[in-house]
């Protein structure tokens, strides 16, 4: 059996298997028809990896902090770890492609974090811990629950231009997820949905944690489910957006985007390589669901966000 080799997979996303019960969420309250609540809500990008002293210290503590202060009906929180961090999202090609035997890393979500603003360093690697808000940075230290829901407060009492609405369901390794969209005011540009995979509760190592080799980390990216359903396919962005020009107030959008999940066991990976593996229950498992848009083939601007637990 060849072993597995390690390879950086620059644009996209990624991911992993197992056989799991089937799992229904509703995104509006009840299992018919989705409802759209008109409700501006905020998100925040939490840039981080295992081995960032700072992280654990109190960037990841804080994250966590303001899951529980804010409340995920009001805000969406992603924890993506870079490509060196051991929770970094992974995924292997099918014998059909090339290098089938290899594993696959994606050190970033292609053009995401340009859209939330994620500072660079000397050396172009990104700037971690940082915490982008609503697409704008709010800090790379010492950012507080507190400032996260200030941030939000302020920025929810906007009325918002699209309300969006998911519901979540997982059946043996198919996860699924219903979404709809309303349009509030005529709006014009290109508008764009994002569903992203998030574990809700991983133990793992980070460094800087009081216990650093068993932290609970919470709502880590695992895989974004646009680009097909495949995991070695995952994009952040689709090719064409759900709707564009000129667009009537009370418009409506509805899609269900399905990601067929394959598990890779410590047997399947390099063992020195440590990454924490993702067996996803669907007890575990959100579905956050993202609005954005774009205006003159600029970058992906924030609009409004949900998740489907």
């Known amino acids: 059996m060849k072993k597995l080799a390690f390879m950086l997979f620059g644009a996209s996303l990624l991911f992993v298997a197992g056989c799991k019960k089937e799992s229904t969420d509703d995104g509006s309250g009840d299992n018919g028809a989705l409802v759209v609540e008109k409700k501006q809500r905020s998100m925040v990008g939490y840039v981080t990896a295992t081995w960032c002293g700072p992280c654990g210290a109190y960037g990841g503590p804080n994250f966590k902090k303001a899951i529980d202060e804010v409340g995920e009906d009001n805000i969406t929180m992603l924890n993506i770890h870079t490509s060196s961090s051991k929770l970094t999202p992974y995924f292997k090609r099918p014998s059909s492609m090339n290098n089938p035997d290899s594993v696959y890393i994606a050190p970033v979500f292609g053009g995401i974090f340009n859209s939330l603003n994620i500072p660079t360093t000397s050396s172009g690697g990104i700037s971690i811990p940082s915490f982008s808000m609503n697409g704008g ?46 349009t509030y005011e005529e709006l014009n540009g290109e508008y764009f949905v994002t569903a992203l995979v998030l574990e809700d509760k991983v133990m793992g190592l980070q460094t800087g944690a009081p216990d650093p080799t068993n932290t609970e980390h919470r709502n880590v990216v695992r895989a974004c489910m646009n680009g097909g359903g495949e995991l070695y396919n995952q994009k952040m962005f689709d090719d064409m957006p759900f709707a564009s020009g000129t667009v009537a107030a009370g418009s409506e959008y509805s899609t269900t985007i399905n990601l067929n999940y394959q598990r890779y066991t410590a047997a399947n990976i390099n063992p020195n390589f440590g990454l924490v593996e993702w067996d996803m229950a669907p007890a575990n498992t959100k579905i956050a669901v993202i609005v954005w848009a774009k205006f003159d083939n600029t970058k992906y601007i924030y609009v409004n966000s949900v998740v489907a637990k």
């Open 137 to 182: 940075l709010i800090g790379t230290s010492n950012v507080t629950s507190a400032m996260i829901k200030d941030n939000a407060t302020a920025h929810n009492a906007n009325a918002p231009q699209i309300g969006v609405a998911a519901r979540k369901k997982i059946t043996g390794n198919t996860i699924s997820v219903e979404i709809k969209t309303e």
